[in-house]
């Protein structure tokens, strides 16, 4: 278990440093001249030199990349050429209100769609099975933007049962909190619900007709036992990676629904930045965004393990 650990440990070095790279060449790529952007089009080109060298946006490319990386590794993402806030300090809390909207939505999903998913299998052929057939294709062929705009229109413009922008912190008002959340969260989770209720019924299915669950019934033992102390932690197995990459979806898509109900995270400043072509703020949440999806898969890895001895010497 433990050289499974550092060895995935290891490998996230090479893929952020990959990442970094990347995201640095595309935004000098773009067309958006951020020092333009911030003098007006009026600015002399004497302006918008002498502010780009105090910028250091004059230097070559690979020295504003060395240089950024060596901040970076110290913990400094830079500073937003707009606000002149650390990047840091400015990414912290639109990270925490994203992870929070997408774990609120990865939740929901899991409510639903391992119950879902068990059911199914367990009835496998009957109305109940045909059901969540329906289910299922209906949450994979609707997109979370499409839902999340229908669920705002009717629950909270049309009805007024939740607010229809903005964003509460729990420790001002826990129940508000909890009410701006769930109409984005379960936007968000009903393909991922979807999703798993599929892998699960799949995998159930396929512990069901297992000979070790025929040697339980031949000993006499009760098929809800059966389902509940054997089936249900073998069939979660390849569940766990499903989740994993659900869990990066989730992220991703959280950015585009932040912006529907105008939740002040993550997104929002992702998006603000690629518009205004504020470079540190988009490197350094392209950054954390990959920094998120490398950590779910890391423990995802390690529940694997726990779950699955076999992996544990790999």
């Known amino acids: 278990m433990r ?38 089009p ?25 240089n ?68 299922v294709s209906s949450g994979l062929a609707i997109p979370s933007i499409w839902l999340a705009l229908l669920l705002s229109l009717a629950f909270a413009v049309k009805l007024q049962w939740f607010q229809v922008v903005g964003y509460t912190p729990f420790s001002q008002d826990p129940v508000e909190w909890a009410r701006g959340l769930l109409l984005p969260a379960f936007a968000l989770s009903v393909h991922t619900a979807a999703v798993i209720a599929r892998q699960m019924r799949s995998a159930m299915i396929d512990v069901l007709r297992s000979s070790y669950v025929h040697a339980l ?15 249900i932690r073998n069939a979660l197995v390849p569940v766990l990676s499903v989740m994993a990459i659900q869990m990066s979806v989730l992220v991703g898509a959280s950015i585009a629904v932040e912006r529907i109900f105008a939740i002040p995270a993550l997104g929002t400043l992702l998006i603000d930045s690629v518009v205004r072509g504020d470079f540190p703020v988009l490197q350094g949440a392209v950054v954390v965004i990959a920094t998120i999806v490398l950590v779910v898969n890391l423990v995802t890895d390690i529940g694997y ?9 790999h």
Not at 46 to 63: I, M, N, R, T
């Open 3 to 40: 050289q499974l650990v550092l060895t995935r440990l290891l490998s996230v070095l090479p893929i952020l440093l990959a990442v970094s790279l990347l995201t640095f060449m595309l935004t000098r790529m773009t067309s958006t001249d951020p020092v333009v952007q911030l003098l007006g």
């Open 42 to 66: 009026g600015a002399s080109a004497a302006d918008v030199a002498e502010y780009a060298h105090k910028l250091g946006l004059d230097l070559p490319l690979y020295q504003q990349f060395l």
């Open 68 to 135: 950024w990386l060596g901040d970076a590794v110290r913990g400094n993402l830079g500073v937003s050429l707009y606000t002149a806030l650390p990047v840091a300090s400015t990414l912290a809390t639109g990270v925490s209100v994203t992870l929070t909207l997408a774990l609120s939505g990865m939740t929901l999903a899991l409510l639903m769609g391992i119950p879902l998913g068990i059911w199914g299998a367990v009835r496998h052929g009957s109305w109940a099975d045909r059901l969540l057939s329906v289910f």
């Open 217 to 231: 019934r031949a000993r006499g033992i009760p098929q809800r036992l059966i389902i509940r102390r054997y089936a």
């Open 305 to 313: 393990g726990l779950i699955n001895p076999k992996v544990r010497a």
